[in-house]
């Protein structure tokens, strides 16, 4: 099983700032099978990236994903008030896990 | 609007059962593969049970393996869970999620959730 590894675990920002997210893979991770969900309070997930840099249908650009292999990123490049949430990445090319979050606080 | 709606979560005692619904509208259900997946409470993601859109194939996560049944009726746009020898370790929020993609998939569409609650 690939097991996911997110951090840091929470990260302290402020609006506007820029936020890197990152998910680390114990094995590759093949084709970019790679997926990020963000996720608020009483909400449901939300599919923001798919195949590790795909925004999905009506997501902001100021979201992105990057890489291969074992270690991929969540970008937000300026956050909003409503990107403070927690974030999963999730791998589907070897069944399918899910990393253990990264919450994204106001600082 | 691409929807899904769960239902059928409770409170039940340990060793108990329970089926999870779940209601598709306006998508073509029967062409997709669905998931189920599951948050215990303050806790992450976890992926119970997949289906291939024609019923197969299907896989279980081995913490609910030979306990929990998924299955479809695709004449009624609609996915199943049923849990059986429930334990405390089964509360969570039960979400359904639509399948896209190569591999296993990712998940583009989710339900708002139900709630199941083991428990004496």
């Known amino acids: 099983e690939i097991v996911l590894t997110q951090s840091p675990g929470t990260l302290s920002l402020s609006p506007g700032e820029r936020a890197t997210l990152s998910c680390?893979?114990?094995q590759s991770v093949s084709s970019s099978f790679l997926a990020w969900y963000q996720q608020k309070p009483g909400q449901?997930?939300?599919l923001l990236i798919s195949g590790a840099s795909s925004r999905a249908t009506g997501i902001p650009d100021r979201f992105s994903g990057s890489g291969s292999g074992t270690d991929f990123a969540l970008t937000i490049s300026r956050l909003e008030p409503e990107d403070f949430a927690v974030y999963y990445c999730q791998q589907y090319g070897s069944s399918l896990?899910?990393?253990g979050g990264t919450k994204v606080e106001i600082k | 609007e691409v929807q899904l709606v769960e239902s059928g979560g409770g409170l039940v005692q340990p060793g108990g059962s329970l089926r999870?619904?779940?209601a598709a509208s306006e998508f073509t259900f029967s062409i997709f593969s669905m998931d189920w997946v599951r948050q215990a409470p303050g806790k992450g993601l976890e992926w119970v049970s997949f289906i291939g859109s024609s019923s197969g194939p299907i896989y279980y996560a081995d913490s609910?393996?030979?306990r929990f049944t998924i299955s479809r009726d695709n004449a009624k746009s609609s996915l199943y869970l049923q849990?059986?020898?429930l334990r405390a370790e089964d509360t969570a929020v039960y979400y359904c999620a639509r399948?896209?993609?190569s591999g296993r998939g990712y998940m583009d569409v989710w339900g708002k959730g139900t709630t199941v609650t083991v428990s004496s």
């Open chain 2, 83 to 85: 849990m059986n020898s």
């Open chain 2, 99 to 101: 399948v896209r993609g």
């Open chain 1, 24 to 26: 680390r893979a114990s």
């Open chain 1, 97 to 99: 896990t899910f990393g």
């Open chain 1, 44 to 46: 449901a997930p939300r």
């Open chain 2, 64 to 66: 609910v393996k030979g």
């Open chain 2, 20 to 22: 999870l619904s779940c």
